[in-house]
């Protein structure tokens, strides 16, 4: 499985970004794909993600301001980020998995927000 990603870019406080990531090499078994963050000297958080069946999940930093979608025709997600703060500034990681066994997670190579003040 490859991950692709685009749509990382610098933008300032309120503005909006948004992310695509497709997938290539993938079965037709359930999976989840999402968004992950990494800030500088943090953690890989969850952003949001959702599962082949449509199944969404969001991070608290991306409740009502994030938006995930999913075309399991072209095994891709999108995420929407609006209202985008200084504090969202992270690489921006797409994750795929399996939901079965046996079990298979990877990672897209990350993609830069940068949200200035």
């Known amino acids: 499985v490859q991950l692709v990603e685009s749509g990382g870019d610098s933008v300032q406080t309120g503005g909006s970004l948004r992310l695509s990531c497709t997938a290539s090499?993938?079965?037709?078994?359930?999976?989840?794909m999402g968004w992950y963050r990494q800030g500088p000297v943090k953690e890989r958080d969850l952003v949001a993600s959702?599962?082949?069946?449509?199944?969404?999940n969001y991070g608290d930093s991306a409740k009502g301001r994030f938006t995930i979608s999913r075309d399991n025709v072209k095994n891709m997600i999108r995420l929407q980020m609006n209202n985008l703060k200084p504090e969202d500034t992270a690489v921006y990681y797409c994750?795929?998995?399996?939901?079965?066994?046996?079990?298979?997670?990877?990672w897209g190579q990350g993609a830069q927000v940068t949200v200035s003040s």
């Open positions: 994750n795929f998995r399996y939901l079965s066994v046996p079990q298979y997670t990877t």
């Open positions: 959702i599962t082949s069946g449509g199944t969404i």
């Open positions: 090499g993938i079965s037709n078994r359930n999976s989840r």
